[in-house]
Nanobody
């Protein structure tokens, strides 16, 4: 069992930036971020493997950057040029594959105002 604790999030105007961080209780192959907007399914935002291979949703490519510190067992998501459609609860995920979807954090709210 891996526990995940997120930090960051909040309210920002469109065009602004936010940084999310997540700390894991143990080392694990895949870590990443998902988001869920009201009335929508949870969707992948970005994941990164222990070898730092990354996967991004098309909607965030060029705006978001995922990074990982294996020694500290942390993953971060730098979100730039935010738009209102980025508004959602963001969840840190981790797991034994690149999908990083076996373990979940509690989620952190990101709200982008227009």
């Amino acid at each position: 069992q891996v526990q995940l604790v997120e930090s960051g999030g909040g309210l920002v105007q469109a065009g602004g930036s936010l940084r999310l961080s997540c700390a894991a209780s143990g080392s694990i192959f895949g870590m990443g971020w998902y988001r869920q907007a009201p009335g929508k399914q949870r969707e992948l935002v970005a994941t990164i493997t222990i070898s730092r291979s990354t996967v991004y949703a098309d909607s965030v490519k060029g705006r978001f950057t995922i990074t990982r510190d294996n020694a500290r067992k942390t993953v971060a998501l730098q979100m730039n040029r935010l738009i209102p459609d980025d508004t959602a609860v963001y969840y840190c995920g981790a797991g034994p594959t690149y999908a990083a979807s076996r373990y979940w954090g509690r989620g952190t709210q990101v709200t982008v105002s227009s």
